[in-house]
């Protein structure tokens, strides 16, 4: 009999499940979206209760394809940063604050005049941003006083499916990392940042390994999910950490490239590594296994932005977003988009720059320029960026670089994938799987079932679809580009805080004519 185990990835914007044989090969796929709530400005937030229904119905939905005992356990990835608050009762005071939501600039801003904020860096391997949940708890502590008054615990996404489940508060050392609140020589909550956040790690979730497992489901909610009762429950990782699992990138030569809601480039180290610029961070998979990389905040959200706001609004609304022909005409577009520039920041960024108070912005438009130069512009601006993140890779730690293996929903895109390798000069392998983090999920599975010894040889059930070589002429054109959008971040960086300032005081004479 066929085993499987059920890889679950809560995501932004969906959350995707596939069903895995120990050999890779998925045998059913499920995906459930849900809404971003963004009502006030900088805000990003998601309902946990429909993310929780979203889970229940991608497992239902595929372990109705096989037998339950064919279902050996289930492992769960997820996105990283997010914040729940609880009361005593472990009921939810907030909705899930996300990644995205940016409302904790001013609280990031505090930390970082802080005399312990270097420090802190080099302790917890996470790079000071609005992002963290550290920050995001400053936040509430510093300008919502009551709710932060009736909080007993924080916690993310995942901590929160699995109170669910089992009524338990825990969490895997990955997730817990993100969090900028977890000492990583100690693989313990660091008291220094909890005293800077003004909590205790009581009000935090127990750090348990990434192969942590549980068992025992309530037999009501079993029975509904359609699994046996000897189904083990992995608490699995991030969601980047499994896509560089997923794609075989365990290894200090490759890098894992991944652009979803938002990007990120990543590559395995046997040490951890905390770049003396705080400019990556460095989370653990496994004891001897830490992955450093940078995440943008300017991935597939920045496209989707542009397709409804510009190229296609009236279609977006009524049709939905197919970029399909937008995509087909950009590509008619030269590369480097005939001078026109985009910086992709249009909610700060975090790698390379770390700044909450970046902004987009179109450079060098003209009469000439269209809507399909724009939109190649934008995929261009985004890959620009990934690059500067690359280069920070290329230093920490000190290995050469063979190649870039991609996931995420951008690779079922030719042009971009094109446009990355003539950026970066390299070779991108795309997988026959994009849903990288479903089978990294799914393979630590089977690894913490002891029916997988080594997970390095993962990489050798990567099955790759496509290949994308450099095209010359483009890599000459791109590295002059790429030179102008370097100049153009450095030029613009001081004008980010005076933009900012100026939208305080803009807000600040709104709030007092309307009083």
Request: with cysteine; charged share 15%; net charge negative.
């Amino acid at each position: 009999m066929q085993k499987y185990i059920l890889g679950v990835d809560i995501g932004t914007t969906s959350t995707k499940a596939g069903l895995f044989s120990l050999d890779g090969d998925m045998f059913g796929f499920a995906q459930q979206g849900y809404p971003l709530f963004q009502d006030l400005n900088g805000m990003a937030e998601q309902d946990s209760e429909q993310i929780y229904a979203a889970v229940l119905q991608v497992i239902a939905e595929l372990s109705a394809q096989v037998s339950p005992e064919q279902i050996i356990a289930l492992s769960f990835s997820s996105a990283m940063h997010s914040l729940i608050v609880l009361d005593q009762h472990q009921q939810s005071l907030t909705r899930c604050i996300t990644w995205a939501d940016n409302r904790a600039a001013a609280a990031s801003q505090w930390l970082a005049a802080q005399p312990e904020a270097e420090e802190l860096y080099q302790r917890t391997g996470v790079p000071n941003h609005p992002m963290t949940p550290l920050a995001k708890i400053i936040w509430l502590r510093q300008e919502q006083a009551e709710l932060f008054a009736q909080a007993a615990y924080f916690i993310s996404i995942k901590e929160y499916i699995f109170l669910q489940l089992f009524g338990e508060l825990i969490v895997d050392y990955s997730i817990a990392a993100s969090s900028g609140m977890l000492n990583l020589d100690q693989l313990a909550w660091d008291q220094a940042a909890l005293n800077l956040a003004g909590i205790s790690s009581k009000q935090l979730s127990q750090v348990v390994a990434t192969t942590y497992q549980l068992t025992g489901l309530a037999e009501s909610l079993r029975l509904k999910l359609g699994l046996s009762a000897e189904c083990r429950f992995i608490v699995g990782s991030s969601d980047g950490c499994l896509a560089n699992l997923g794609i075989g990138a365990l290894d200090e030569h490759s890098v894992a490239l991944t652009i979803g809601t938002s990007g990120a480039l990543r590559r395995a180290s046997k040490t951890a590594y905390l770049d003396p610029a705080a400019r990556t961070f460095c989370y653990p998979l496994l004891d001897n296994l830490w992955i450093i990389g940078g995440p943008v905040n300017s991935g597939g959200i920045v496209l989707q932005w542009f397709y409804e706001q510009i190229y296609a609004p009236q279609t977006s609304a009524t049709l939905g977003n197919d970029y399909t022909p937008m995509l087909a005409a950009a590509a008619q577009i030269n590369a480097g988009s005939d001078g026109l520039f985009f910086l992709p920041y249009l909610a700060g960024e975090r790698a390379p720059l770390w700044d909450a108070n970046a902004r987009g912005s179109f450079f060098g438009l003209s009469h000439q320029h269209t809507k399909e130069h724009m939109a190649r512009a934008v995929l261009e601006g985004i890959s620009f960026n990934l690059r500067a993140v690359l280069e920070l890779l290329e230093i920490a730690p000190a290995t050469s670089l063979n190649n870039i293996i991609a996931s995420g929903g951008f690779a079922h895109s030719s042009l971009w994938c094109q446009i990355l390798a003539d950026i970066f000069n390299c070779e991108i392998l795309i997988p026959e799987s994009v849903e990288s983090s479903c089978w990294g999920a799914a393979l630590l599975g089977f690894y913490a079932c002891d029916m997988v010894t080594n997970l390095s040889a993962s990489k050798n059930l990567l099955k790759i679809g496509q290949l994308y070589t450099p095209n010359l002429a483009n890599v000459k054109r791109y590295a002059q580009s790429y030179q102008l959008f370097s100049d153009l971040n450095q030029q613009l960086k001081p004008l980010y805080l005076k933009l900012a300032q100026s939208r305080i005081i803009n807000t600040d004479k709104e709030q007092i004519c309307q009083s």
